[in-house]
């Protein structure tokens, strides 16, 4: 059983959990996941890391209310236990210094994206930074992603932040590349499936490698299943032990957005039991 020592909501529906797990936190890498699964009736939830402390044992994560599994998840408290935790699983980032690399966040694949900052900054990197919401409200992780990066960009779709930009995160990215001071040498992008696809389409008009961050449909964790696999050039390849980072520039975007589209009704159904009976 693994215990929820800190609990936070970053914004409405957006929940931040710290939960021990010392094993994990001493090997985990910028870039990994963990399954999570509250109790034996629950479904296996892959997250990516946020963060994570080797001295407190600490794993942080982020995630959003989206259907049945996450709104129980979300019920759970500081001191309640998950019953299953399991990582650090797939690939880690590929850290280097590159020189100037560009790293975007939209909605909640911000969290995801701060310990890869993080470590291209330890590096050496200039690291510029793109966070994006709908609004501001929905925003998350400012601070850190300010403190990780170089320089920090801020858009809302709808304008409401004040000291950000109105429009999408692909508008920014577009500015930035085209600035020839910039110089980006590589492109980390991850959030929404549609978000990733858009950015990529964008960075490879301009010969730029771009790595996205895949968070498919996932069983066993283990690459036996195959229940996550996903189309990369001409190679089918499974996001829990060959990704979860793949090269955007190659990922087949909408058979992608087909498989995470299977089991919407289901997910609905449940989930409409759950918010009416509170149990399934």
Known sequence: MYKIVEKKELAPTV???????????????????????TDNKGERIPLTVADYD?????????????????????????GDEVLDFVGPLGKPTEIENYGTVLCVGGGVGVAPVLPIAKALKEAGNNVISIIGARC??????EEEMREASTELHITTDD?????GVKGFVTDKIKEILEDPSNDVKHVWAIGPVIMMKFCASLTKNYDVPTTVSMNPIMVDGTGMCGACRVA?????????????????????????????????????IITEKYEKEGNR
């Open 136 to 141: 501001q409200d929905l925003l998350i992780l």
């Open 54 to 78: 080797r001295e407190e044992g600490t794993i942080t994560i982020i995630f959003q209310e989206v259907g049945y599994s996450t709104k129980v998840l979300a019920s759970y408290n500081v």
């Open 15 to 37: 929940t931040l959990m710290k939960i021990l797990a010392p094993e994990i936190a001493k090997k985990v890498l910028a870039g990994q996941f963990i399954i999570i699964r």
């Open 232 to 268: 990369v050039g001409d190679k089918t390849k499974f996001a829990c032990v060959d990704g979860p980072e793949f090269d955007g520039h190659l990922i087949d975007w909408d058979l992608a957005m087909r498989r995470m589209k299977i089991f919407v009704e289901k997910e609905r």
């Open 159 to 163: 304008g409401s932040c004040s000291y």
